[in-house]
T-cell receptor, first 110, second 116 residues
Framework: EDQVTQSPEALRLQEGESSSLNCSYT??????LFWYRQDPGKGPEFLFT???AGEEKEKERLKATLTKKESFLHITAPKPEDSATYLC???????????FGTGTRLTVIP | GAVVSQHPSWVICKSGTSVKIECRSL??????MFWYRQFPKQSLMLMAT?????????EQGVEKDKFLINHASLTLSTLTVTSAHPEDSSFYIC????????????FGPGTRLTVT
């Protein structure tokens, strides 16, 4: 049973072309939703934690939002250095671990 | 802050030998550490959760006798792959959660294991 589904699987953008990545989740109770960035051959780098519907967080060109069923990672005017795989993970209430989606592989073309 | 290191970053070993991977939290104490493996172009799969001073909890399908986990201190957890086989070749990543704080997990840079 999939708990976390990310779309699209891959996304190619021109530099400066804003877009959004989607993370849909199904859990009985959400303790937190996490966004990570992963570069090839590296471990995931923590970006954001969202805890409740309506919450938003921003960091440079990235903005994460959360509803009761999904989260969006908005990328505004991306640069080539934003190219990476973006992973979404959820932690259920009462659970200790994270369930990861399969990620969105973002490529930003100069 | 919240830096996690892993050693080695890559290792090549012969089939049948054992390999130990270290995971350290450098600037915080971690009561809970996690071990993941990741195959090419796939997401992270949790292998086990380790709590300092107690036995690790393994996910279904993970052989506890093959993947030995020790969390002897608040800053160090080790994963030993025993009697490694080529199918154990993978990218192993650890993460740690800051003791007494929120739920974020901070990941190490990963260890690439190749078994020949």
């Amino acid at each position: 049973e999939d708990q976390v589904t990310q779309s699209p699987e891959a996304l190619r953008l021109q530099e400066g072309e804003s877009s959004s990545l989607n993370c849909s989740y199904t859990v009985s109770g959400l303790r937190g939703l996490f966004w990570y960035r992963q570069d090839p051959g590296k471990g995931p780098e923590f970006l954001f934690t969202l805890y409740s519907a309506g919450e938003e967080k921003e960091k440079e060109r990235l903005k994460a939002t959360l509803t009761k069923k999904e989260s969006f990672l908005h990328i505004t005017a991306p640069k080539p250095e934003d190219s990476a795989t973006y992973l979404c993970a959820v932690q259920e209430t009462g659970a200790n671990n994270l369930f990861f989606g399969t990620g969105t592989r973002l490529t930003v073309i100069p | 802050g919240a830096v996690v290191s892993q050693h080695p970053s890559w290792v090549i070993c012969k089939s049948g030998t054992s390999v130990k991977i270290e995971c350290r939290s450098l600037d915080f104490q971690a009561t809970t550490m996690f071990w993941y493996r990741q195959f090419p172009k796939q997401s992270l799969m949790l292998m086990a959760t380790s709590n300092e001073g107690s036995k690790a909890t393994y996910e279904q399908g993970v052989e506890k006798d093959k993947f030995l986990i020790n969390h002897a201190s608040l800053t160090l957890s080790t994963l030993t792959v025993t009697s490694a086989h080529p199918e154990d070749s993978s990218f192993y990543i650890c993460s740690a959660r800051i003791a007494g704080r929120s739920y974020e997990q901070y990941f190490g840079p990963g260890t690439r294991l190749t078994v020949t």
